[in-house]
């Protein structure tokens, strides 16, 4: 299983960034996938999640200002961050998993991760 996520980056508060996790094609179609996020010392957060038949959720936090959406020419989970503000600075990782409803949403509930990719909003 392989999963590769890029475009995080330096943006400015009010800004916007397009986060990218690129999976193997039998993960792509077979496992839920999902973006968490992690700031230093603390725990990793849900984001959303979406795939194997399930609807996209949304952690509330971020209703609203992410969208999650599929290119499935490209094996791509895309995760649209707008409206940037510095709180949204950290380290955010693609996941696949087989979640069961309960662990939808936490780490528990994905077995593969990406290697991360650091967002840095400045004021």
């Known amino acids: 299983v392989q999963l590769q996520a890029s475009g995080g980056g330096l943006a400015q508060a009010g800004g916007s960034l397009s986060l990218s996790c690129v999976a193997s094609g039998a993960t792509y179609y077979s496992h839920t996938l999902a973006w968490f996020r992690q700031v230093p010392g603390k725990e990793r957060e849900f984001l959303a999640s979406?795939?194997?038949?399930?609807?996209?959720i949304y952690a509330d936090s971020v209703k609203g200002r992410f969208t999650l959406s599929k290119t499935n020419a490209k094996n791509t989970v895309l995760l649209q961050v707008n409206n940037l503000t510095p709180e949204d600075t950290a380290v955010y990782y693609c996941?696949?998993?087989?979640?069961?409803?309960?662990?939808?949403?936490?780490?528990?509930?994905?077995?593969?991760w990406g290697q991360g990719t650091l967002v840095t909003v400045s004021s």
């Open positions: 979406t795939g194997n038949s399930r609807p996209t």
């Open positions: 996941a696949a998993g087989r979640p069961i409803m309960s662990t939808m949403r936490t780490v528990d509930g994905y077995l593969y």
